[in-house]
């Protein structure tokens, strides 16, 4: 008899999942990483559908103001670089700015750069906006120092 029930439960228990163990959508962090990983990974349908439309992208004292502006400008070199460039999170702080969550965090990076090895700290300030059930990034700026 007890096995007859234990059966019985685990037959049926994939019809009552509670609601809250269904899938999530990613949070603010996991789409900073979706976007590095898109980069990395040279899938720039995935790093479009991350970015907002009127997403403004600072990058050591130049801007891109708009999704087509990267799209048409930095996006390619972009992906080329994060391709070959392997990544370290050393810090990383979550918060909100009002409704708006902010992603701060410094990596350490390195890469070839003109054929030559180089390693540098890269600080990145993300801020998201909603989209439905999404969060987007509206706003990226990154400064870099050149590791000795």
């Not at 502006?69 to 918060?95: C, I, P």
Request: proline share 5%; charged share 30%; aromatic share 8%.
């Amino acid at each position: 008899m007890k096995y007859a029930v234990s059966l019985l439960i685990l037959l049926l228990s994939p019809f009552f999942t509670p609601p809250d163990v269904q899938a999530q959508p990613p949070g603010p962090q996991e789409v900073v990483e979706r976007f590095h990983a898109a980069l990395k990974d040279q899938k720039k349908e995935d790093v479009l559908k991350i970015l907002s439309e009127d997403i403004i992208i600072f990058e050591d004292g130049s801007s891109e103001m708009s999704l087509d502006e990267y799209a048409s400008h930095h996006l390619e070199a972009d992906m080329k670089f994060s391709a070959g460039a392997q990544r370290k999170v050393l810090q990383r702080e979550t918060f909100s700015a009002g409704e708006a969550p902010v992603v701060m965090s410094v990596y350490r990076v390195k890469a070839r750069v003109r054929g030559n090895p180089t390693e540098y700290e890269n600080a990145e300030t993300v801020i998201l906006e909603r989209h439905g059930d999404d969060w987007r990034i509206s706003h990226i700026h990154w400064s870099t120092r050149k590791l000795r």
